[in-house]
């Protein structure tokens, strides 16, 4: 079954007189990590995280030389990271993962706590993003699901909903920004919400893989 996946770099040009660079924007730059036998499978990195299966959540702070383990992580296996930084030193992290696994931290210090999730199906992607005064998460996953949560101050997040996609298809990502945001599963699927992902709408890919 054929797959579209939905990967989103920003990158910021910094030009100086003599050389124009790029360079990823810290808790903005997706890529998928190719698994190696001889380690985890590592799913998703954002940032200076990147996580996998077997509860394996990785911290890099010299730029990606090296990594350790966040402690304490429950031992699932995981698939995404949507991240939010707000002020100055606030982090706001949610990670999901197989069977509807979720865990997040609303600290700088990396400390997760595991969150009752409304699914059990395997969660492919999520996305945090502040809609003054509300923050909003959607994390969406396989048979078509999509699951929302909100915070109207201090990120103390509601439970987490499911909302109709309308749809069967795994789907894969899911980005937030401020006039809309986007779902992209198989077989070609693009939802589309415009009312911060209360609900979502089939676009015409014209793609069927």
């Known amino acids: 079954m054929g797959k579209l996946l939905n990967r ?3 990158v910021l040009l910094l030009l100086s007189p003599a050389v124009l660079t790029a360079q ?4 903005n730059y997706y890529y998928k990590l190719v698994p190696s036998p001889a380690v985890y499978n590592l799913n998703h990195i954002i940032g200076q995280i990147t996580v996998g299966d077997n509860g394996t959540v990785l ?3 010299d730029g990606g030389f090296t990594f350790s383990q966040i402690q304490n992580i429950p031992v699932y296996n995981y698939n995404a990271i949507g991240s939010l930084v ?4 606030n982090l706001y992290i949610t990670i999901v993962g197989d069977y509807g ?3 997040y931290s609303i600290n700088p210090i990396y400390q997760f706590t595991e969150q009752v999730s409304p699914v059990s199906v395997n969660l492919n992607g999520v996305n ?12 969406v996953g396989d048979n078509g699901t999509v699951i929302r949560s909100t915070a109207s101050s201090g990120f103390n997040w509601s439970n987490w909903e499911v909302v109709n996609s ?3 298809e795994k789907l894969n990502q899911v980005s937030l920004s401020f006039l809309f945001g986007l779902i992209a599963g198989n077989n070609g699927m693009i939802l589309r919400t415009t009312n911060k992902g209360e609900n979502w709408t ?6 069927t893989n």
């Open 202 to 207: 089939v676009v015409n890919s014209g793609v």
């Open 101 to 103: 696994k979720i865990i």
């Open 59 to 61: 911290r890099t702070t």
């Open 24 to 27: 990823p924007s810290l808790y």
């Open 86 to 89: 707000s002020g100055a030193s």
């Open 128 to 139: 945090i993003r502040i809609y003054s005064p509300l923050a909003v998460r959607v994390a």
């Open 166 to 168: 309308g749809v069967t």
């Open 8 to 10: 989103v770099i920003v």
